[in-house]
């Protein structure tokens, strides 16, 4: 392996999990303007369905935690020179252990926690990313053999 090659491969096991936080923090900015854009409809959802004012706060709040974690899996994924998903894993269970550690210190610092179908978005968004990634991991198993073992095209 040439040293540029190795230089590049290093780089982006360095930017898997900032790349991967990242992206999803910046994940809710479209989705906001989405939010913003599909209420702006007098108050109806996309000009179909009427909402109360103020709707669009409590849907953005339910729906952040699920893009977040699911962006953070699906591109840890993509930026993960090798071993995919194992790395798509190793960022799954880190999201869940730091979920845990601020739910352990929250508890612990005496704040009244209410759980609701907020709570259910992030680990939703982490099994539907790892579900994601465990399918790309299988398709490009099954297309690399194949790949493989096409003649080459004599000119």
């Keep these: 392996m040439n040293k540029n090659r190795f230089a590049l491969v290093w780089v982006r096991w360095l930017a898997v999990l900032p790349g991967a936080l990242c992206a ?8 906001h303007w989405i939010l913003y854009f599909a209420i702006a409809h007098d108050g109806t959802l996309f ?3 009427e909402l109360p004012d103020g709707t669009n706060l409590p849907i953005e709040k339910a729906t952040y935690p699920f893009v977040i974690a699911i962006t953070f899996v699906l591109v840890g994924y993509g930026i993960a020179p090798k071993h995919k998903f194992r790395t798509a894993v190793v960022l799954a269970l880190l999201y869940a252990l730091l979920a845990i550690g601020a739910l352990i210190f929250a508890l612990g610092s005496g704040l009244q926690l209410s759980f609701s179908g907020r709570s259910v978005g992030p680990v939703a968004g982490l099994l539907l990313g790892l579900f ?24």
Excluded at 24 to 31: E, I, N, W
Excluded at 135 to 152: F, V
């Design 132 to 155: 994601l990634v465990w399918q790309k991991s299988k398709l490009a198993r099954t297309q690399a053999p194949a790949a493989a073992e096409k003649p080459p095209i004599a000119l």
């Design 24 to 31: 999803g923090l910046l994940a809710t900015f479209p989705l």
């Design 47 to 49: 000009g179909i369905i």
